[in-house]
């Protein structure tokens, strides 16, 4: 290594985390993908819904997790799970990155919103499976969040305040599949910029770490912008620290029947991936054993 060129930059790649990365698969993004998309609609209280958690659920335990938690809840649409995949730290078991993604969709297959991040995440999950980091995991897959963020909100308040978990940063992904035919180099790297305002300089902190991440571990270039209208609103009322991703062309299938592969850009959903672990291996703070 040379180190002239890396005193140039704020942070620098730490070549054990960049041949992690380099084990992303983008085969199986596109597996993941075309699996979801084939469930069909997955609104709460649809067959399809169920059959998608089992999917998601089934995984982990292949993977070799064995702390998994479904979490019930239940509004006017039926009943649903969240489910909660725990991986423990090495040295603050006890304070937790939560890595999150809804995988319920409405009036269409969601593949875009937001298959791309239930599987990032399964990705994520299967190349930190035997990776010790300082920091413990919580790999997160929330439901009822089209129909205005019920699932995490029940999870903020009846395990997050419930239970008083420490939590470092909130990392939500949600619409990471960049529009087909539009050139999806950049990622949006999202910030608190809402009240309370107490979080808000952390979040900021976060963010512009989460995106030297970004082009640290993948070649996308990126956006900062405000975070809004997903998972992590729940935990920011709260005053906890988040970030997420988001795609810089927002695809107009979104929310409609034609939310599929068709439409979006596998190839950015690798890279962000391949991002979004890199940042993953930081903030947890990975450790080679
Ligand atoms: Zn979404």
């Known amino acids: 290594m040379f180190l002239g060129i890396s005193a140039c930059s704020a942070q620098t790649k730490n070549q054990f985390y960049a041949d992690v990365v380099a084990k992303t698969s983008e085969a199986n993004i596109l597996k993941d993908l075309t699996t979801f998309e084939n469930f069909g609609i997955k609104n709460v209280g649809s067959e399809a819904l169920t059959q998608c958690e089992t999917w998601i659920t089934s995984r982990y335990k292949r993977l070799g997790y064995t702390d998994i938690v479904l979490q019930p809840f239940s509004y006017k649409a039926g009943t649903s799970h969240n489910i909660i995949v725990t991986k423990t730290g090495t040295k603050y078991p006890n304070t937790f990155i939560v890595i999150d993604a809804h995988y319920d969709t409405i009036n269409g297959p969601g593949t875009n919103d937001n298959g791309t991040g239930t599987i990032l995440i399964m990705e994520l999950a299967r190349l930190l499976k035997d990776i010790d980091t300082e920091y413990s995991i919580k790999f997160i897959h929330f439901s009822g969040e089209e129909d205005g963020l019920i699932g995490s909100n029940y999870y903020v308040k009846n395990t997050v305040i419930k239970d008083q978990l420490d939590i470092k940063l909130v990392f939500n992904i949600d619409e990471v599949g960049g529009v087909k035919g539009k050139t999806n ?71 409609t029947k034609d939310d599929d592969l068709a439409h979006m850009d596998v190839a950015y959903v690798y890279e962000i991936t391949k991002g979004a672990l890199g940042a993953a291996l930081e903030f947890a703070v990975a450790i080679k054993k």
């Not at 999202?190 to 309370?196: A, L, N």
């Not at 912008?225 to 795609?247: C, H, K, R």
């Open 185 to 255: 180099d950049t990622v949006v790297c999202e910030r608190d910029e809402s009240q309370p305002t107490s979080n808000n300089e952390a979040s900021a902190k976060a963010t512009t770490q989460l995106a030297n991440y970004m082009r640290l571990y993948s070649n996308l270039k990126t956006e900062i912008a405000n975070a809004y209208a997903s998972d992590y609103m729940p935990f920011e009322d709260q005053g906890f620290v988040i970030t997420g991703l988001f795609e810089k062309h927002e695809s107009p299938m979104n929310h």
